[in-house]
């Protein structure tokens, strides 16, 4: 079954450092992955996804991921946190029938 | 971007009775919606798919007959929590894709609270 895992509940970030959420993957095929993420009182938003192509996907608000088939890895990155990047971040896999499910997400709290 | 509302934002109800969730996508047809539940510091768990025209589908372990879902038309999807219970107290999120199944738009969800 297609699942992704975030192995980290939270991850603090001083700001300007870059910062990393960590995601693995597994799937039978080739991956469909996302990150979405979810700002208070707001719907999830559509950060950026891996089809094919190259590993670093670039996405919205400064982020990327690089996808590592090797360690079946999908981990979203930016080189240097901004404060209003503090949210909860999804990662997320498609399933074979279409339909998108989601890790248990990752609160980032970026620290002034 | 596309745009999905959710009414209401958020309910409280007694417990046995129903609540109606409505989902809205605003500026594009769907004729497939999604159901999601958001327990605290849990992931988004996939309930069920909205079909305009045809039944919904479910995902297993959910009861089809407490989440009732009716894709009334091209633009509007509702979740009827039947005979709410307080473990029924959730965040509810609706999602709409736009073309492909990779391009989905989220509700901002609705809290309900059964007491």
């Known amino acids: 079954a297609q699942s992704v895992a975030q192995p980290e509940d939270q991850v603090n970030v001083a700001e300007g450092n870059p910062l990393t959420v960590k995601c693995t993957y597994s799937?039978?095929?080739?991956?469909?992955l996302f990150w979405y993420v979810q700002y208070p009182n707001r719907g999830l938003q559509f950060l950026l996804k891996y089809i094919t192509g190259d590993n670093l996907v670039k996405g919205s608000y400064g982020f990327e991921a690089e996808f590592n088939k090797s360690q079946t890895s999908f981990h979203l990155k930016k080189p240097s946190a901004l404060v209003s990047d503090s949210a909860l971040y999804f990662c997320a896999v498609r399933r074979g029938d279409d339909k998108i499910i989601f890790g248990k997400g990752t609160r980032l709290h970026i620290l002034p | 971007g596309a745009v999905v509302s959710q009414h209401p934002s958020w309910v409280i109800c007694k417990s046995g009775t129903s609540v109606k969730i409505e989902c809205r996508s605003l500026?594009?047809?769907?004729?497939?919606m999604f159901w999601y539940r958001q327990f605290p510091k849990q992931s988004l768990m996939l309930m069920a798919t909205?079909?305009?025209?045809?039944?919904?589908?479910?995902e297993q372990g959910v009861e089809k007959d407490k989440f009732l879902i009716n894709h009334a038309s091209l633009t509007l999807s509702t979740l009827t929590v039947t005979s709410a219970h307080p473990e029924d107290s959730s965040f509810y999120i609706c999602?709409?894709?736009?073309?492909?199944?990779?391009?989905?738009?989220f509700g901002p969800g609705t809290r309900l609270t059964v007491l």
């Open positions: 999602s709409a894709p736009q073309g492909s199944a990779d391009t989905q738009y």
């Open positions: 799937v039978s095929g080739n991956p469909y």
């Open positions: 500026d594009f047809q769907a004729t497939t």
């Open positions: 909205s079909n305009e025209g045809s039944k919904a589908t479910y």
